[in-house]
């Protein structure tokens, strides 16, 4: 599975974005997708993730009610779209992959995909 995100940038605070992944994979409709976002000299932290039919969706406690995950599995790709950004939202954020996504898991260790990472940087 090879992941492409795309739509990072430059946002003031209380700003939008959408942030999308493309997968190559041609059973998407089977891979669980997953946002994490990390910050310089910080791990790798869980932002959100959607299960492989879109049924179920988890997110951070962080970012709950201003981001929401989604997935167009005719597309083959899934979206994070982020509302009323705040300064700490600034981070590279990855899209990561997992085959048999029937459960949203919220450590990487359970995502053998992942993509380049694009970064968001929100001012205030």
């Known amino acids: 599975v090879q992941l492409q995100a795309s739509g990072g940038g430059s946002v003031q605070a209380g700003g939008s974005l959408r942030l999308s992944c493309a997968a190559s994979?041609?059973?998407?409709?089977?891979?669980?997708m997953a946002w994490f976002r990390q910050t310089p000299g910080m791990e790798r932290e869980f932002v959100a993730g959607i299960t492989s039919s879109g049924g179920s969706t988890n997110y951070a406690d962080s970012v709950k009610g201003r981001f929401t995950i989604s997935r167009d599995n005719a597309k083959s790709t899934v979206y994070l779209q982020m509302n009323s950004l705040k300064p700490e939202d600034t981070a590279v954020y990855y899209c990561?992959?997992?085959?048999?996504?029937?459960?949203?898991?919220?450590?990487?260790?359970?995502?053998?995909?992942w993509g380049q990472g694009t970064l968001v940087t929100v001012s205030s």
């Open positions: 990561a992959a997992r085959l048999g996504g029937t459960i949203v898991y919220g450590t990487e260790k359970y995502y053998a995909y």
């Open positions: 994979a041609r059973t998407f409709s089977r891979v669980g």
